[in-house]
């Protein structure tokens, strides 16, 4: 058994391992941030390491809201943890030391709302996924009757979403006079800081209108852009790690050299100059935005859905398939690009290009079935927003159609060969129900699944140019396989 990566054992690590370039016993927490999963530790975390040299007072507080894995991992080795950036060339490894101290919530939930309500808190950002913010993905607003959320209404003082711990802690800083602090949202939600702002609203609202007053005015919710590619870690990866660093990191994550965070500039108690480690300040999120949610997202969710079907592992495995990257560059260039509304300057065309390779990165083992997750929170800003826009201008959509076809054939969870896929998603239940009740009939299953409102909305499933192709797709991807079925697609 080899040591474990702590304080202690920093000095034992090979030479060209970095490790943080500051004293981490003079940091201080400037930020609380909400679901420590390995998208944060790779992405926002890595910007925080990059400035604290200049700026110790922006350390984060992590909280996980559920489980205690990332904790049981991360606190004997004092909040470090390895990051592996890996592509065709190599890995380079790197010890993050951002996270002063990782709470679990529901362990925990006195401390964690003190360090929140704590005037030097600043910020809280979130990474909790789309599901986290307990809203309905068609509307992008607050979901009433979810049940965490009638809990929390219930229960002010014991909250168990991300939204019961903002808004309770902001009104413990609101009645002893402390300003609030920003709410900083970094996950794949459409106009994300607006939609938070509108949930936490309608939140606050429901316990006094008063104080939904106040947040609506009083609160800052920026919207962001992030993106890094960062598949779930894998036990293979620990036994390598572990040979590189001569320790043991019980989480290490994984992930490409690309990153990029766009951010809009809208902090009344601060922030971190992120700006002089790689982030972008602009004053309008929403393009940005939109290429990555339709273009990196997009791809991706078509890729996850159809790529599982078709017996591929990996998103790097599929788009290895010449059938499936002609897909994609089609996608992304004869369906998605005119949709696109970017600030002059941006390069359009070499993003895509970039984003070609980083599908095809052979280091990365990206499961099509982690994408293919949580598919109803994501089809909405991944592929129907573009769909609308298409539809506005009667252009055609037979490649998205082909995307969420493919979902609806994935969510019957039964698989070309009448194995069964474990579909992990809040509406799994149901929508299995909708499936078995649908039967063998593609043209019936596709009914009945257009008619989720909560998904599809009330305009969709009306337009027989989308339900058309949709219809169409899913009875080509019956009758032939999704291997076929791509090839011979458009
Ligand atoms: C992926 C994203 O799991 C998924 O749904 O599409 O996590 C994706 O890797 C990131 O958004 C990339 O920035």
Redesign the pocket.
Known sequence: MSKRLSEASLNDLPRAVMRPPYDRSAVTTGIVHLGVGA?HRAHQAVYVEDILAQEPHWGIVAASLRSPDTYDALEPQDGLYTLSIRSGEGEKLRVIGAIQRVIVAPQAIEDLLKVMADPKTRIVSLTVTEKGYCHDPATGTLNESHPDVVHDLRNPHLPRSAPGFIIEALRRRRIAGVPPFTVLTCD?LPSNGRTVKRVLTRFAELSDPAFGRFVANEVACPCTM?????PATSDEDRRRIREELGVTDAWPVVTEPFTQWVIEDSFPQGRPTWETVGAEFVSDVEPYEHM?LRL??GS??TL?YLGYLAGYETVADTMADPAFERLIAGLMNEEVTSTLHMPAGADLAAYKRALIERFKNPALR?RTW??A?DGSQ?LPQRLLGTVRDRLRDDAPIQRLALGVAAWMRYVTGIDEQGAPIDVRDPMAARLRETADRAGVSPERLAGELLAVREIFGDDLPHDARFTGPVKAALGQLYAQGAKRTVANWV
Not at 226 to 230: G, L, M, N, P, Y
Request: proline fraction near 0%.
């Open positions: 998208f794949n992030v993106d890094r590619i960062v990555k990196l997202n991706h969710s996850a990206h982690q994408i997750m994501k």
